[in-house]
């Protein structure tokens, strides 16, 4: 296989964790270790860049992501930059032919995302989005067992993603809380995840209703500062929607479930079985089969917690039995990004699928200010 | 304190709860054993009747209620039987000056319950409902903290209740499946449970957003029959709701939660704690408090399980420190029934209460009929 | 069926709870009011017997068990009184004729239990231990599951009986912190429930290894007193063990541990199968079965945790599917106790039971003593 | 800071892992790529070096490993070889004045580990041991927890490592069964991780008494031969220990333990409070506080799940809050070890801790052989 050389634009967190998982899946898959390298890096700030360059160990860095693609060398482009950025850097990287690896939410809306998605395919370059969670390997678990059958029919489902970030007053408005540079707020940032899950596992969504509100409405400019200024993006989001397949179900988004990290939740009732997943518990899947027997003094239903962590596909420690964390799934993500490349084939989550999770949270906006159920096929 | 007399009215498994549950009360309390009897008993079987005054060691049975309600020496009746009867039972009940504890739903809409609660009014009688839920005394332990301002500002809540009961399209139709027998479906049945809970954790509803479907919309006609026939009720049914204080939540009703038995939850997120209760672990309430300290490395935030079991107030074994049971609480709703006589005293939950919950289902079913959010005040 | 009379012997928290569960049997199993009932009551305070025969609503009631013992009508009595009047109640009550329900544990020590085991078969009366626990249905289920073959051959196994109730020094000596009223400490409060649990699941046990503490040695002799007195029981037990069919296990009982209230837990590790029981959740039992499938990328082999309230057997309403709690166990238990002298049929648990339990636990301490292991045989 | 290069020895799954962990470590601590580097590797198959240097990139590789240590830029080496061949490695390297890092258990016996802890001391190089369980930061919080006395006096404790890797009797005779080649069977595998922990939180252990068995005595030689072999090393190990500070404890350790994957548990039961941890939680402490309020109906006493993810103290991005996985504290162990050459301190896990655990295990085979408790200070 061809070395794939990377170049990362953005380097806050989330572009710390892309590098390092980059670094990583060598040790998974036997790979050579020059198979895959972070070759440049673009900031804002060159102070960052610099930074970057020395723990990447990469010699070229940035402040304008242009030269990176400037650069020949570059195959890939992997966007860890804000919301409001995707949009110019997707279409031009598009028009350079670089492939594009892209973090989520796909854009500051659908018809942006529309453009994107388009823009792609035209190029004929790799479009992957950062929908990492998929690759607990619980939830790849979840889609096989779904694949082959197990729910039957599905009745209902219920996902949620609650943090409790900004539950306190004082918390100044950061550029999470501005739509100009999100686009959306809850319903975007952890909203883009849990509907991704649910489009995932249970296919395209058909209509939704949506119920937004920003419950702390007025927080402090700045970090300590007197002066308030308005929050103008949701900070919880319910939904209820309906899949294409006939399932009802209900989403709880909330950056205000007080108590909460990372309260990451999917689950499905079907006819003939039901699954559950809890990112508190990312290396198990619980599992309820109907057809179990049924006993008279007792049966043998109930769920089962089945243990599926290390199960990737491929990976040559099999037995590495301990949680996934976080850098693990992204290292997954990532692969499978790498892989695309390599065997020329549609990268999943590819920007189509980003696109659909992009229309669930227009249609549940637009819901929100109509009150009334939306399909996505008017988005 | 005078002797109560109760007169029982319909048999079947939640009849003989009830009937159990008098005679323990006793001695949870320390009263003597003629403090409280079921002097008598009306079921529309004769067969049925026999058998109850049996297991009951009651000298007096009927076929009709009306019988019960004629003797002198019944000071309140107990309704357990369907919801289309309740209405009839509460009129002549309150005409006849007794007493009334009533097994929920209060009604079959929010008309028939209105009426109800102005007739116990009336009469001066006690009317109380079997909102039993409420008597696990970790839900006694949340209310007491709300009280106490634990919570600060309510931002979010969620309830659920699910069962499994009518998953297998195999399932016939059951009084419980017809609209006329039950006036309602799920959303009669096991939300008025959780609908309560939320009512006395949260005060007054102010408006409602309800999503109701039958997912599985015929079913035979009797167990095994060829024949099908129409299930008019809901099996599912989500709601968003508003309370007057401002928190916005999330209800999930069903009996289509594969996997379920009784899954009852209540979570409320607070500006200054969170709570949570689950009936699966029916001796615990889960508590977080947002004020606890947080350190450089580590804080002590965190979800801690409280035990709440045998803290009955007035109990005399207040170290029967095991999960207390669907009987216990019984117990404890109908001591409160009681004791609202011999102190004359308001019951709770009252019938109002019981107004205020079919209100809210009525707004709910309301909802989802014109598609927009219904306020309580409307019904 | 004639109906049962019973003379209630002791009446502290316990006694009211076996009282109470006598009054609930008729409800749960279709029985007759006067099918069983509690004709008479002894307790050692006069003031203790009137209030306990006003809760029952009996009329005789003694300060002397032996008044109860002469009444003709009087078919069993139920000895709720301190493990240092066991014997001779027992012995009395068997030279009377009369069937005999006990409190465990049921002796002093191995000597007075073997007596006592002797005299009730001598009599040809029952003997019956409240061995309570047992009747949770998901260790009825356990059993089940054991005859029917589910674990293969025991590999291992588990118990724990945990609570902190006297974790404080403040704590005064009590009677169970005196070795001439209790026989033993924790071993013997906790560890006969524990014990007897294991021993019904897994069979006869071969051998015991015991570690025996008395972490805090010195108490107030009475509730803030400044007068110190030496504790001369044991506070925690660590025991190994072997069963007869070649299990080895470990077993933890203590007052000590902090945070407890009632930790019970059970645990079995077999060739093809494994069973856990937890208190805290004691409508389930989680079931792991080896033979479930296995696939590539990920098996379904996991924990299952199958619902088991309600399932009694000949129970009226077998969906009475809420958790159990303390009274219906105990109710549970006594329900088998009167079968058993209506079918005339072998008690279970029996005194014989009680007796094993009592050389486990009498192997345990002569263990601790000798710091060797130490089989059952020698007792 | 001076660039460390690393020479690895041994690259089976644990030795893939050692090498991904060190090239994460400046993304997590804001280090420059080439401050840390593999800079050569040793495998006794050729076919395995090859592939080794090619996943990590590095130029140099050998089936010597004492060709690495004739290199004059290597720094330190990193042992990922079966515990028989650590003895003569860690010496080699001690002579070769090479800083060391060796997986667990350090030796084959307490007279090896304590040679191996005179070795390095007398070198002048740094010795450490991957305990990395250590380095969940649940773990770190309690060991903070603790000095700030927040148990107060230590009752006693419990812990337990279970996997059920070789309940198959069709399991062939692999090198974990062979005493020659790792000196112990569960006891030193496992009970090596569980055992450093206890003695990590509450220092020296002072005495042990132990149980150990071999369930499975005989094994297939190979997998699928008929040919049987002897196992020489236990499946279950059961201790009692009593640390220098008083509390008596309980561990379990088995390769037996049906249905578990990795089921590692620590409890700690305190005068003051209790702590829990479980891997399959691994970003959670539980902690009890008995200083918390209590109140006549219901206090405040309970379990509290207190989040610890991602709070490594200096690691740049703080708010990494999923759970940690196998590799993260793995790097973390290594991060420290790397640390203590740098700000040339004594490594923790330090070699003297390695031997203390090897003492521990020591004590408990030989108390097994005798059945009397023993004391460390006699081996």
Same mark, same amino acid.
């Given at each position: 296989?061809? +070395?794939?050389?990377?170049?990362?634009?953005?380097?806050?967190?989330?572009?710390?964790?892309?590098?390092?998982?980059?670094?990583?899946?060598?040790?998974?898959?036997?790979?050579?270790?020059?198979?895959?390298?972070?070759?440049?890096?673009?900031?804002?700030?060159?102070?960052?860049?610099?930074?970057?360059?020395?723990?990447?160990?990469?010699?070229?860095?940035?402040?304008?992501?242009?030269?990176?693609?400037?650069?020949?060398?570059?195959?890939?482009?992997?966007?860890?930059?804000?919301?409001?950025?995707?949009?110019?850097?997707?279409?031009?990287?598009?028009?350079?032919?670089?492939?594009?690896?892209?973090?989520?939410?796909?854009?500051?809306?659908?018809?942006?995302?529309?453009?994107?998605?388009?823009?792609?395919?035209?190029?004929?370059?790799?479009?992957?989005?950062?929908?990492?969670?998929?690759?607990?390997?619980?939830?790849?678990?979840?889609?096989?067992?779904?694949?082959?059958?197990?729910?039957?029919?599905?009745?209902?489902?219920?996902?949620?993603?609650?943090?409790?970030?900004?539950? +306190? @007053?004082?918390?100044?408005?950061?550029?999470?809380?501005?739509?100009?540079?999100?686009?959306?707020?809850?319903?975007?940032?952890?909203? +883009?995840?849990?509907?991704?899950?649910?489009?995932?596992?249970?296919?395209?969504?058909?209509?939704?209703?949506?119920?937004?509100?920003?419950?702390?409405?007025?927080?402090?400019?700045?970090?300590?500062?007197?002066?308030?200024?308005?929050?103008?993006?949701?900070?919880?989001?319910?939904?209820?929607?309906?899949?294409?397949?006939?399932?009802?179900?209900?989403?709880?988004? +909330?950056?205000?479930?007080?108590?909460?990290?990372?309260?990451?939740?999917?689950?499905?009732?079907?006819?003939?079985?039901?699954?559950?997943?809890?990112?508190?518990?990312?290396?198990?899947?619980?599992?309820?089969?109907? @057809?179990?027997?049924?006993?008279?003094?007792?049966?043998?239903?109930?769920?089962? @917690?089945?243990?599926?962590?290390? @199960?990737?596909?491929?990976?040559?420690?099999?037995?590495?039995?301990?949680?996934?964390?976080?850098?693990?799934?992204?290292?997954?993500?990532?692969?499978?990004?790498?892989?695309?490349?390599?065997?020329?084939?549609?990268?999943?989550?590819?920007?189509?699928?980003?696109?659909?999770?992009?229309?669930?949270?227009?249609?549940?906006?637009?819901?929100?200010?109509?009150?009334?159920?939306?399909?996505?096929?008017?988005?």
């Amino acid at each position: 296989m061809p +070395s794939i050389n990377i170049g990362l634009i953005g380097y806050g967190g989330i572009g710390r964790v892309h590098a390092a998982a980059y670094r990583a899946i060598p040790f998974h898959y036997g790979l050579s270790a020059d198979s895959i390298k972070v070759g440049g890096v673009a900031t804002t700030r060159p102070e960052t860049a610099v930074q970057a360059a020395s723990e990447i160990g990469c010699e070229f860095y940035t402040t304008d992501y242009r030269d990176l693609l400037a650069r020949d060398d570059i195959d890939a482009v992997d966007i860890c930059t804000p919301n409001n950025s995707h949009y110019d850097i997707v279409l031009a990287a598009a028009a350079a032919g670089r492939h594009i690896y892209c973090e989520k939410p796909l854009a500051m809306n659908a018809g942006e995302a529309q453009a994107m998605a388009q823009a792609v395919d035209a190029a004929g370059v790799k479009g992957q989005l950062t929908f990492n969670f998929r690759f607990f390997p619980a939830i790849a678990r979840a889609r096989q067992l779904i694949a082959d059958g197990f729910l039957g029919q599905v009745f209902s489902f219920r996902g949620r993603y609650h943090r409790s970030s900004y539950i +306190s @007053r004082d918390k100044a408005l950061s550029w999470r809380l501005q739509r100009e540079l999100t686009g959306g707020g809850a319903l975007f940032d952890l909203g +883009s995840h849990i509907l991704d899950l649910l489009y995932y596992l249970l296919g395209d969504f058909d209509s939704v209703y949506g119920t937004l509100d920003t419950l702390i409405k007025e927080r402090p400019v700045a970090p300590g500062a007197a002066e308030m200024g308005q929050v103008d993006v949701d900070d919880i989001a319910l939904l209820h929607a309906r899949t294409r397949d006939g399932g009802l179900g209900t989403i709880e988004i +909330s950056r205000m479930g007080t108590g909460a990290t990372n309260d990451v939740c999917v689950e499905i009732f079907g006819e003939s079985g039901a699954l559950r997943f809890d990112l508190a518990e990312p290396a198990w899947l619980y599992v309820y089969d109907a @057809r179990d027997a049924e006993t008279p003094i007792g049966g043998q239903r109930g769920f089962r @917690r089945i243990e599926t962590a290390g @199960r990737y596909d491929g990976q040559r420690a099999p037995d590495w039995t301990m949680s996934p964390d976080f850098m693990r799934v992204h290292a997954e993500c990532q692969y499978q990004f790498i892989k695309s490349i390599w065997e020329d084939r549609t990268p999943s989550p590819s920007f189509a699928d980003g696109l659909h999770v992009q229309k669930i949270m227009e249609a549940a906006e637009r819901s929100a200010e109509t009150e009334r159920w939306v399909k996505l096929a008017e988005i």
